[in-house]
């Protein structure tokens, strides 16, 4: 297929601001494989090809196991996720889907009590910069399979 820009090049600084914006949102204490959760996660709610090529193989990189990879799209019939990644995932899907009336208070209050006030905050930012993502990367058909764990730092 092809991408379709190259965003960097024609745009570098921009580009640049939102890998800033994109490190920032890892600064507020949260484990990084459940960061890594959260973005294949969204990835594959939005059907972002590349993003949930480079997440899973950084998630792999970091120690995930491949089943949870694998069983990550149904995680709520696994019992192999904690209670904070449940927690975490459930905001994810609300956030990345944002249903009428916006994230349910039940769904908030699951993560205001297994995260402390600044996680939460960490939480919001990851699902809103791979949200973000997901879409520059299906406009611009940025193409999977070329990312090397890492490649993004």
């Known amino acids: ?10 745009a570098p600084r921009t580009y640049a601001m939102m890998a800033r914006l994109s490190q920032a949102s890892h600064e507020f204490g949260l484990e990084p494989l459940l960061v890594e959760l959260m ?7 939005n059907g972002c090809a590349f993003c949930v090529d ?3 193989k950084d998630a792999r990189a970091a120690g995930e196991a491949e089943e949870r990879l694998h069983v990550l799209v149904a995680w709520r019939e696994a019992e192999w996720y904690s209670e904070r990644e449940r927690a975490a995932l459930e905001l994810t ?3 990345t889907r944002l249903p009428e ?10 993560a205001t009590e297994l995260f402390s006030d600044e996680e939460v905050v960490g939480l919001i930012w ?20 070329h990312y090397q764990p890492g490649g993004h730092e």
């Open 93 to 95: 899907e609300v956030m």
């Open 39 to 45: 973005k294949v996660r969204a990835s594959q709610i």
């Open 126 to 145: 990851v699902v809103t910069v791979i949200n973000a993502w997901n879409r520059i990367a299906i406009t611009t058909r940025m193409e999977p399979g």
């Open 101 to 110: 009336g916006g994230v349910p208070d039940d769904v908030y209050a699951r």
């Open 54 to 56: 480079m997440h899973t």
């Open 1 to 10: 297929m092809g991408s379709r820009l190259d965003l960097p090049g024609i």
